[in-house]
């Protein structure tokens, strides 16, 4: 199902907020941005800038500050945050204000502390629902802390986001996918599913030098995440990002020493899906012939064709066809496709 989604002003706190130093964190080599207080000003003019880039089709606008622990802030730049976010809202130029903050930040309270502002949506950063795996990661809490804040926030009417991180110490595809049923029971209104990479200045880099820890592959990676995309989907739970953002410090190749990064990871797991939707489709059908027609809708071509052509190709070999046509039918709706041969 597609929905549409809010036109983000980010206003990145990298680090800021968080008491604990996790052993996969070097929050400004993920962020791209060095850890500075913003003034006034420069909170301002920022916001300005972004709200020159909102199209016309966009009706939703957010001001979210992410990257750090929001409300792990001292009260008083909590306030001021909120307080000049909520000028624009004022002003008609932004329609709600969203944060992320860690599970245990939430609680009465904190959302007293907040319950006056334009605030729309909170995101959690969960990363496991596995009290072993996040023990091992040093996060500081338990998942117990993350079903409470959920209750807290569903009770305020607050859209909830969770964040989740697989391949962290400790994790394996099974308590992945663990986690993943439990946030399905907690029914959150949305997830994003980021890859544990390996960041040179984390303490999991020290781990990986010394051999004591392997990042998952980036092909089983993106078929785990599949998996829980799909199991998502399944519970009506929509998926709004699946892998890092892209940043020239990632991109570098100093920052990221290893692990299942890939610029197109969202790409990737979509076109892994429509393969298996083309495999299953060919494998079902009885009409015998060299070439295969797959409709699919417009927005979803570059899916059906993968990385490079790679699903043609992979297609094309296991079922021993000589071309395969791919034609856009907006009648069809995103996530599906339809074949004749």
Known sequence: MTRSRPFIIPVFLPHAGC???????????????????????????????????????RKQVQIAYFGGNFLGLHREDIRFLLEEATQFVRQGRVDSIRFSTRPDTIDEEQLDLIRNFPIATVELGVQ???????????????????????HLLRDRNYQIGLQIMIGLPGDDPSRSLQTG?????????????????????????????????????????VSLVKNLYLMFQKADIQVIRMGLQASEDLEGGSTLLAGPYHPA??????????????????????????????????????KMRGLKNENIRKIKQQFHLKSIVIIADSAIAEDNLILSR
């Open 19 to 57: 008491p604990h130093q996790c052993v996969f964190c070097d929050q400004t080599s993920i962020t791209g941005v060095h850890r500075k207080r913003l003034s006034k000003a420069q909170l301002r003019a920022l916001i300005d800038r972004f709200l020159k880039y909102k199209g016309p089709r």
């Open 128 to 150: 496991s629902m596995d009290d072993q795996i996040l023990a091992m990661a040093r996060r500081g809490h338990d998942c117990a802390a993350t079903i409470r804040a959920v």
């Open 265 to 302: 990871f969202g790409h990737l797991v979509h076109s892994e899906i429509f393969f298996d939707l083309a495999v299953l489709a060919l494998k079902s059908t009885n009409v015998l012939g060299d070439q295969a027609v797959i409709s699919v809708h417009p927005g979803s071509v570059s």
């Open 181 to 221: 049923r439990r946030i399905v029971d907690l029914q959150p209104d949305f997830v994003r599913i980021y890859p544990t990479v390996v960041l040179a200045n984390s303490l999991l880099a020290q781990w990986y030098r010394k051999g004591d820890y392997i990042p998952l592959a980036l092909a089983t990676c």
